[in-house]
């Protein structure tokens, strides 16, 4: 091996020396670490794991004091997709005029609802749209609405009233006093197991009960004393 084999062998030795040597400063100075909040977040958007994390308020406490001028602001979230004048296009969603108090998938010009959302059944109620724009996917499985959710409660309230406004004006429901709700859901989880415990005290109170008794009969021809035992009683006695 010549002189400039040798430099060459050398100087190759050398580079891969300070490419390892820099990639190990390079991570010391510039160590990845997994940040606290990830990527960009929607304001009133639910994130995927959150979906519904904001439904525990009951929508007619947040109805009265709801503003449709703000729900007109969030429903520009929706324009992308719906229309809301009366007798507006079908867009990628339906034309939502006189939604309120309509048929779940239902008419709008024969809109092409999904079959999951169709399935729901019913009518939309406040209390349903409070649902369905917490998180679409969680009220109707497999729908086609890609949209996420609004999380903030307030945002719902106010949109929901807007929505009542564009050729629906139902009456809004009246706000739960304080504690009711969880009062019925304690009535409710209370008269359960009374019931239950009732018809099981009818059950075993009002079925009389067999009475224990022999009442097999003997075999056709077998003697109902043993003979043994009838002679050993007659020599006792003598």
């Not at 929607?42 to 994390?53: F, L, R």
Request: a neutral charge; glycine letters at 14%.
């Amino acid at each position: 091996m010549d002189n400039r084999t040798n430099t060459i062998a050398g100087w190759v030795l050398a580079g891969c020396g300070a490419a390892l040597g820099l990639s190990i400063v390079g991570g010391m100075m510039f160590h990845g670490e997994r940040p606290e909040k990830m990527g960009y977040a929607i304001e009133g958007v639910v994130a995927e794991g959150g979906e519904g994390a904001a439904a525990e308020v009951p929508i007619a406490s947040l109805l009265p004091t709801a503003d449709a001028a703000k729900g007109a602001e969030v429903f520009k979230k929706c324009a992308a997709c719906h229309t809301i004048n009366q007798g507006g296009a079908n867009g990628v969603g339906p034309n939502l005029y006189g939604t309120v108090g309509e048929e779940i998938a239902k008419g709008k010009a024969g809109y092409a609802f999904s079959s999951a959302l169709a399935g729901v059944g019913g009518k939309w109620d406040f209390d349903k749209l409070n649902a369905w724009l917490t998180s679409p996917r969680k009220f109707a499985p497999g729908t086609k609405m890609t949209f996420a959710g609004l999380g903030n409660a307030q945002d719902r309230a106010n949109v929901i009233l807007y929505l009542n406004q564009q050729g629906s004006n139902l009456p809004l429901p009246a706000a739960p006093a304080a504690g009711a709700a969880p009062a019925a859901k304690d009535a409710a989880a209370k008269d359960q197991p009374a019931t239950a415990n009732a018809a099981e005290a009818a059950a075993t109170k009002g079925a009389p009960t067999a009475d224990i008794a022999n009442t097999g009969t003997p075999a056709s021809g077998a003697p109902s004393v043993d003979p043994e035992a009838a002679r050993k009683g007659a020599r006792s006695e003598k």
